[in-house]
């Protein structure tokens, strides 16, 4: 009895598993769809301009990446429903070895009970015993003979019931593959109609190859200049302790130390500092790779988002500088015990020196640049003392 529990919970624990599995597939494509759409919005804001060929490759490429990992989706799920079906397989043959085998216990049964099917047998079988123990023993075998045979055919008649169940769920396993087959090949040529807009786009790239050589080196020398600030700022926090008043204030609720290991706990898991958005520049030096002559150097991310995103601390902490930058707008520095955040190319920033900030909470909205590419491009950094961070590997998805 126990056994047959232990096999009840087991069962239902694969179950549950593997509809969480399935779920997790279905979700997966839900956000990728829902990144696809928001690639499309931003492809949308900016095609009435001439001078935004590699912004607009970049989106090309991300939801080039969307579209093969949705693929890929439908590749792990049919996978999946595969190794289901294989695996159904198995325990319809394992069943049905299983009958076989009672069938032919069965049968043998039957034919002995038709041998000694006389009620007068019966009582002869009782009655020759030398003894009454041997007799009552004898009489207990025939009732237990009895419940035995009823057994059997109540487990035929379950193991048959289980082999038309693993039929019927083998069907719906092999329509739902070929349903999953169907939606993976429009899938696929969709992705060859973004491959064929990318090629196409990055024709467009290379008309306009110079003026993106001059911008790639404005955005570096911006970069730099940027890179040369924050090392100002920390020198200054560090240091000479311009903000001792507020940070005191900061850390008579938690300690820095706390407020770091917080900060640390949360590292994978931290607020995106825009509700939606694409990453088109990631953290360190990096080619492009349809021109590999192309060098951006980056301290931090640049996440592209739509025109009037609002701009949002990624965690608790004091603001300890709002400045401007020539060519990135406004820039607000907040400290997160030894950790900092940098959000550049705000407008309306709506948060001052030595204000606290919760998390989540709106610090800014983000610089559309309406005369040149119509862009919306946060420049986001994270620092550990002065060390720099990849963004990525601190925030979550968006």
Sequence with gaps: MRKKFFY????LFVQIALFGQKNAFVEKREHLFD???????????????????????????????????????????????????????????????????????????????????????????????ETFKQAYKRLKYLEQYTIYRKRQILSIQQKSRAIDKTI??????????????????????????????????????????????????SENKSNDLLDVSMNNFLDDINEIGSNAKATSEFGSNESNKIISEKFLEKKGELLPPVEKGLIVNTFGENAHPDFPNLIIRNDGIDILTVSGS???????????????IPG?????????????????????VNVSENELVEVGQEIGIVFTDKFEDNSSILKFQIWSHKEKQNPQDWISEF
Excluded: W
């Design 168 to 217: 019927v769920e083998l069907e719906e396993r092999k329509q739902s593959k070929l349903v999953l087959i169907d939606n993976r090949l429009r899938e696929s040529e969709v992705l060859e109609a973004e491959q064929l807009k990318e090629q196409q786009a990055i024709s467009g790239v290379g008309e306009v190859l110079p003026e993106i050589e001059s911008d790639i080196d």
């Design 310 to 324: 609002v701009i949002r601390a990624i965690f608790t902490g004091l603001v300890v500088k709002v400045i401007d």
């Design 35 to 129: 990144q696809i759409l928001f690639a499309e919005k931003l492809l949308s804001e900016t095609e009435d301009f001439n001078n935004n060929a590699l912004v607009r490759l970049k989106i090309i490429k991300n939801k080039i990446s969307y579209r093969k990992a949705i693929v890929e989706t439908f590749n792990k799920e049919i996978s999946y429903i595969d190794e289901k079906i294989n695996s159904l397989k198995l325990e319809q043959e394992t069943l049905q070895v299983e009958l076989n085998d009672f069938k032919k216990e069965y049968e043998q049964l039957i034919y002995y009970a038709y041998k000694n099917k006389s009620a007068y047998n019966k009582l002869m079988f009782i009655l020759s015993a």
């Design 328 to 348: 990135l707008n406004k820039s607000v520095l907040i400290k997160h015990g030894d950790y900092y955040s940098l959000y550049s190319n705000l407008i309306n």
């Design 8 to 11: 009840i919970i087991l069962f």
